[in-house]
């Protein structure tokens, strides 16, 4: 093989790119413990304001989520912003990670008030 031929391919996908191979840094460990929610109830925000909830079945690297029986929880037609109670059955469902925002679990979940809102009359400073 030529030179050439070497300079040419350099850089075009033949190195590991990414951090892989070659001696590279180690692979950083996720912050998400992932596996510990696998079989359990989640429920999972979306960029857009899209809420789901369903047994965790699989995930990636990249925080792609599997989820069975999978329920969207609908927004109020007035106030796109706020969820209702209802929900719309999905079933199972592939939720690509760059729309993830949060995970969490179901059990233990509970809505607390927003410490940041301004009470009527009060000043927040």
């Keep these: 093989?030529?030179?050439h031929t070497n300079k040419r391919t350099q850089g075009r996908g033949g190195g590991g790119g990414r951090g892989q191979g070659h001696g590279g840094a180690p692979k950083k460990e996720s912050i998400?413990?992932?596996a510990k929610l696998m079989d359990a109830t989640v429920r999972v925000k979306c960029l857009g304001g899209r809420e789901l909830q369903g047994t965790l079945r699989g995930y990636d690297d990249?925080?792609?989520l599997v989820l069975d029986?999978?329920?969207?929880?609908?927004r109020d037609p007035e106030d796109m912003q706020r969820v209702t109670d209802e929900t719309r059955k999905l079933g199972l469902v592939v939720i690509r990670g760059t729309q993830v925002s949060l995970v969490s679990p179901q059990e233990g979940m509970e809505e607390i008030a927003n410490p940041f809102l301004v009470q009527?009359?009060?000043e927040e400073e």
């Design 62 to 64: 990249l925080v792609n």
């Design 69 to 74: 029986d999978c329920d969207e929880f609908i």
């Design 1 to 3: 093989m030529s030179s």
């Design 120 to 122: 009527d009359g009060g």
């Design 32 to 34: 998400l413990e992932l």
